[in-house]
Nanobody
């Protein structure tokens, strides 16, 4: 069992930046693939980014590629999502998630989820 807690959300203006963090508890954190997903009101949860346990493999949704960067610090049991050039359409609750296994981008394959952190981008 892995427990995840997101932080770092907030209100920013379009074009601004924000850094999300997700801290995990669990003895096998370093072996987990970590992902970020987001969900806007009235919309389905969508994939944002994911990173392998080693950090050597990363994946991004086309909508955030070139703007967002996912990284992890296993010593701190933390995964980050650096979000630059934010757009109003990035507004959503952002969730971190984890799974044991290779990097994937599909939400059903992630077994543990955080509570989410709100990101609001004003125009």
């Amino acid at each position: 069992q892995v427990q995840l807690v997101e932080s770092g959300g907030g209100l920013v203006q379009a074009g601004g930046s924000l850094r999300l963090s997700c801290t995990a508890s669990g003895r096998t954190f370093s072996s987990y693939t970590m992902g970020w997903f987001r969900q806007a009101p009235g919309k389905e949860r969508e994939f944002v980014a994911a990173i392998s346990w080693s950090g050597g493999s990363r994946a991004y949704a086309d909508s955030v590629k070139g703007r967002f960067t996912i990284s992890r610090n296993n010593a701190k049991n933390t995964v980050y999502l650096q979000m630059n050039s934010l757009k109003p359409e990035d507004t959503a609750v952002y969730y971190c998630a984890s799974r044991q296994g290779r990097l994937v981008s599909t939400a059903p394959d992630f077994g543990s989820w955080g509570q989410g952190t709100q990101v609001t981008v004003s125009s």
